[in-house]
């Protein structure tokens, strides 16, 4: 293989990289979004309940914090979000400020958080890049007898 040869292969690889490049740069430089009242937040926070709903989520990032006051040693949480793209984190401090959950909102579930301390807890949502939607329940819960 001549210089030549060796030369217009760099030129390949150059462009192929560069042509990846400059279809990966614009989906990135599309600036993130906060939550607006085009997204329905909407907030219910009552003693040993607290729900969070938000729709139409398109390239969120924001963070969300929240004192509940869970007078139940763990929290049970059913979750019917939906967020396919970005990540979006629910995590869960109890009143001792012990992380008791750090779950990512992908799908349908029911979880609970870790056995903790009663009280104000902290309940942040952290959201990067997000899109699709969040509705959240925690409600105050104690081991069965």
Request: net charge negative; proline share 6%; with cysteine.
């Amino acid at each position: 293989m001549n210089k030549s040869d060796r030369m217009k292969r760099g030129w390949v690889r150059i462009g192929a990289t560069g042509a990846i490049l400059a279809l990966a740069v614009p989906a990135c430089s599309i600036p993130s979004e906060t939550l607006g009242p085009n997204n329905h937040v909407e907030v219910t926070n009552l003693v040993g309940h607290f729900q969070l709903t938000a729709d139409n989520i398109q390239n969120v990032t924001t963070v969300m914090s929240f004192t509940w006051n869970n007078p139940g040693v763990y929290a049970a949480i059913n979750h019917q979000s939906f967020t396919p793209h970005g990540t979006t984190k629910l995590i869960i401090k109890d009143a001792a400020d012990s992380v008791l959950y750090n779950g990512k909102l992908l799908d349908d579930q029911e979880d609970r958080t870790l056995s903790g301390t009663p009280g104000i807890w902290n309940v942040t949502f952290t959201l990067d890049q997000s899109v699709g939607q969040i509705d959240v329940t925690l409600d105050a819960a104690w081991p069965p007898d």
